[in-house]
């Protein structure tokens, strides 16, 4: 390569691209010094780097790795001495004559005031060279002092296709088993390991395939058991089973009709037909209405996996630093996509947004319309949320949801309907009850209410042996106040405010 002294155009964030080494091979051409790499797969991506350093250029580059413990390590293995040091570490590399790619583990966590410094140095000293610095780690939490100087590159989870050969590996060890594995079946178990790291798709796939004499498609449970564990423990995010459907709510139907108008977006067809899937709803209304229901509706009617992101937790930061956090989880979704992304009680997560949290709250919630407006993959974004009028407006702007809709207390019709669904659901024959004059004995009160009328009333028969009838019913309404009543300005605000920015669910 031929050294240059003209300095590169720098900006803090590359777009999203062919993918890592790609992207890495043209920061180091443009001689970026130092570069972030936000990832839990230190191995995988020095793997990379090192793949880069050696064949990725007209000639070989130098690679070293650095850690607290080893300091500078060269590719051949010679250690540098006295560079666990960070700071000799980086002075070495200014020092070095030749090009090269220093991949430095956890250096985030060692950051004090002299290294810092010597990074700032760093970058000044390198920006002329084919030299860079990449610094990996599980937290991008960039000091302001450096965040000028540090460019963000993301290390992207397993693709499709690697999975695909982790998994023929997997099954070419597997000794003597029987395999019975169609073509389709095979591609489902890559995809329901999408989203792991490549440690944890290959123990996912070890585990499923482990003491079978033969191997089928019932191995597969046992992969997709494995990722929601690993989901799980992440700690934000939440894979949801559904067992519910749409039949089990009373009502709403304009939204039903919209979800159904939609339910073969998702489908391979359409993709390739070049159908734009939608992008999100946002339930909004009162609570008790059928709002989480509709989104546990949504995934089973849609046939797609839902995952719940718990938003107190990302502000809360009990996972880890709330921009970190919601990166991570945001990525993970994408991996796992098609997929339903399900944020409850969306006006939660924002309580802080007014107030002094140095700018957490708006900032995450400004990367996450945007990752919502440029997403490309099959995220269908489902929010709900009690208080509207808490949450920012920009997030209600159009175009950021497909459509809002307001969930409203139901209907006379409507709770017909709610009667008739809760006294089925618990194996009793609707038709023997006058659901249209409970209906009218219940105006004001919610689905939630219903419910607990319908459970109240059996519970009563039950405990005194006889049938279960419209007494029971009648007996659990006159000791219900309904929230519409104890809440009823809050609820006259809500409505006002809905009027005019949302569309009526029923
Ligand atoms: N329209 C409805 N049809 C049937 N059940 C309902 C309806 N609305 C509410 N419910 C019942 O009330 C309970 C609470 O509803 P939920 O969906 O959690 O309300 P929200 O999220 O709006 O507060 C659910 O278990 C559901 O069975
Ligand atoms: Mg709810």
Redesign the pocket.
Known sequence: MTETAQTPQHSNSMPKKQGFKEDCKKLIAAKYSIVAVPTYEDERCIQSLRELAQHGFGQNLEFYTWSITNGLVSNQGEKVPGSEDPVHAIDYIIKSKKAGIYAFKDLQKQLNPKTIRKLRDAYQELKSYYKTIFLLASETQIPADLVKEVSVLDFELPSAEELERLFEGALRNTKNAKIELSEQDKDDFVKSALGLTWDEAYHAFVRALAGRSVINRSALSVVIEEKCKIVRKEGILDYVPVDFGMQ?????ETLKKWLSARSQFFSKEAVSFGLRAPKGVLLT?I????????VKAISQYWRLPLMRLDMTKVYGGTAGNPEETMRRALKTVEAVAPVILWLEEIEKGVAGFNQGDGGVTARIFSSFLTWMQEKKSLVFVAA?A?EINQLPPELLRKGRFDEIFF?DL?TEQ?RTE?FK??IQKRKHNPEKFKLVDLAKATVGF???EI?QIVAGGMFESFNQKRQFNDQDLYREISKTVPLSTTMAEQIKEIKRWADTRAVKAS
């Open positions: 089990e709510i009373g009502g709403l209304g609570s008790g209405c059928g709002k989480s229901s509709c709900t009690n969930v139901p409507e709610i669904v809760h919610s689905g939630a419910e």
